[in-house]
């Protein structure tokens, strides 16, 4: 039991649908429980793939992926279908028998708020809820995420898909005594779920215990606004971050990955 969600399908929908309402993408195309997103120009996956809400809706799978396929191509963006455990097992047989890639390996794990973390207490440094503006500057001094989430377009694609949430958004930013940002986080509260997003420390802070902390602020100031579960996304291979949110208390609940036909990928 997750704090009135059963851990299972229920539970993962409603993070899935989180996660669509968290990142809007410019673009969307519903054809009963898939849903295609789109977001020329930026280079985020989670709002440039293919996403099935429904391990029942498995109909016609051939004909509706050609459909959202050809939905990407008349868009300029590379395809990925974002597998789930929602994901009908027609569609993963589809892509098994077509030698579809598999990449982007990541698990979501949750936290129940009803402790109620509280802020960790770090000399010197304050952390403020800016606006979408600051913090997309602190974002990109931090270094970002990664570098090519930190380019000019990325950054105003990234704006553009906050700047739509409906829900509350916490824009988070440490700062030291000086002002120099030291480190980043994102928190989105989509009623009693809280996804954390973009956790990023500058290199001159690493070390230093500044991802706990953001995490920490994200979870305190989340619970305030009524979320009762915090939930994030971590690569299988991001070895720091899952130490980080382990410690935290944060454990596993389900996995997801992306498929590429091998006609949508370049050269080896």
């Known amino acids: 039991m997750n704090d009135g ?3 299972g399908p229920a539970l993962v929908t409603a ?6 309402n968290a990142f809007p993408s410019d673009r969307l195309h519903l054809d009963g429980a898939w849903l295609v997103r789109l977001s020329p120009g930026n280079p985020a996956r989670r709002v440039n793939s293919l996403n099935i809400h429904d391990p029942a809706d498995g109909a016609g799978v051939p004909a509706r992926l050609a459909a959202a396929r050809a939905h990407f191509a008349r868009n300029g963006v590379p395809f990925h279908l974002r597998v ?4 009908p097992m027609q569609v993963i047989d589809h892509a098994d028998i077509g030698n579809w890639s598999r990449e982007g390996e990541t698990d979501v794990w949750t936290l129940s708020l009803a402790e109620g973390p509280v802020e960790d207490a770090s000399q010197g440094i304050r952390v403020s809820d800016v606006p979408l503006d600051q913090w997309l500057e602190a974002f990109a001094a931090s270094g970002g995420t990664r570098a090519e989430a930190v380019t000019p377009q990325a950054l105003a694609s990234l704006g ?5 949430v409906v829900g509350p958004r916490l824009c988070l930013v440490a700062r030291d005594g000086t002002g120099q940002v030291l480190g980043v986080a994102i928190a989105i509260v989509d009623g009693p779920l809280a996804g954390i997003y973009d956790v990023a420390v500058a290199p001159v802070a690493r070390r230093r215990g500044l991802g706990r902390l953001m995490v920490r602020a994200c979870l305190a100031r989340a619970r305030e606004l009524g979320a009762r579960t915090a939930w994030l996304q971590v690569t299988a291979e991001n070895a720091p971050a899952r130490a980080l949110y382990a410690g935290l208390g944060f454990t596993p609940l389900y996995a997801y990955h992306y498929r590429r036909p091998p006609e949508e990928r370049g050269p080896a």
């Open 15 to 20: 993070i899935e649908q989180a996660n669509v």
């Open 84 to 87: 789930t455990p929602l994901t």
């Open 5 to 7: 969600f059963v851990a």
């Open 160 to 164: 553009a898909a906050l700047s739509r």
